[in-house]
Antibody, heavy 122, light 107 residues
Framework: EVQLVESGGGLVKPGGSLRLSCAAS????????MSWVRQAPGKGLEWVGR??????????DYAAPVKGRFTISRDDSKNTLYLQMNSLKTEDTAVYYCTTFTSSSPDAFDIWGQGTMVTVSS | SYELTQPPSVSVSPGQTARITCSGDALPKKYAYWYQQKSGQAPVLVIYEDSKRPSGIPERFSGSSSGTMATLTISGAQVEDEADYYC??????????FGGGTKLTVL
């Protein structure tokens, strides 16, 4: 069964840091481009960023609101995706989803985790 | 920054056709994708690359794109289709962008 399971969410103070993990199973993780999408309480979906497979360069791209503060990385030996979040702001409060695609279309996110909640508050 | 614009809400009666639009300046050159999200659940892909339907998605869901507007059509909407729908595309740099979302009410 293809599955993504996020973990690492919690409560953190403004200015603090948090690292989210996304454990993948049921597909060849090393070949997958992985993305993070977030959703603030009662708000819409927001693309956070992506990391390509090492075969495709392993490069990362980020949305403007998180660029320079968030870092996406991967450990293909552990089938795990990470989101390192630094200098957190209250507006980063959201459910964070990891997602990927199984077709040939990199933006057709057909596999999603259940999400992990991050609350930034003093 | 690049934006995709959707109507906040659409309402139809069961069996009617629901149409949800998404406008964006780059849509003539970029694909549109549509995601369905029911309350408390992760999003589900219902249309990709403007008009392709993933396996398992009912045939009543279809997509089209013309000029700067993409449209999700639900032919014969059912009560279980009530959800938030988000269009998605990419900007000139290839970064992802979601529309603001449309709440579909079927009653």
């Amino acid at each position: 069964e293809v599955q993504l399971v996020e973990s690492g969410g919690g409560l953190v103070k403004p200015g603090g840091s948090l690292r989210l993990s996304c454990a993948a199973s049921g597909f060849t993780f090393s070949n997958a481009w992985m993305s993070w999408v977030r959703q603030a309480p009662g708000k819409g979906l927001e693309w956070v960023g992506r990391i390509k497979s090492k075969t495709d360069g392993g490069t990362t791209d980020y949305a403007a609101p998180v660029k320079g503060r968030f870092t996406i990385s991967r450990d293909d030996s552990k089938n795990t995706l990470y989101l390192q979040m630094n200098s957190l702001k209250t507006e980063d409060t959201a459910v964070y989803y990891c997602t990927t695609f199984t077709s040939s279309s990199p933006d057709a996110f057909d596999i999603w985790g259940q999400g992990t909640m991050v609350t930034v508050s003093s | 920054s690049y934006e995709l614009t959707q109507p906040p809400s659409v309402s139809v009666s069961p069996g009617q056709t629901a149409r949800i639009t998404c406008s964006g300046d780059a849509l003539p050159k970029k694909y549109a994708y549509w995601y369905q999200q029911k309350s408390g659940q992760a999003p589900v892909l219902v249309i990709y690359e403007d008009s392709k339907r993933p396996s398992g998605i009912p045939e009543r869901f279809s997509g089209s794109s013309s000029g700067t507007m993409a449209t999700l059509t639900i032919s014969g909407a059912q009560v279980e289709d009530e959800a938030d729908y988000y269009c998605y595309s990419t900007d000139s740099s290839g970064n992802g962008v979601f529309g603001g979302g449309t709440k579909l009410t079927v009653l």
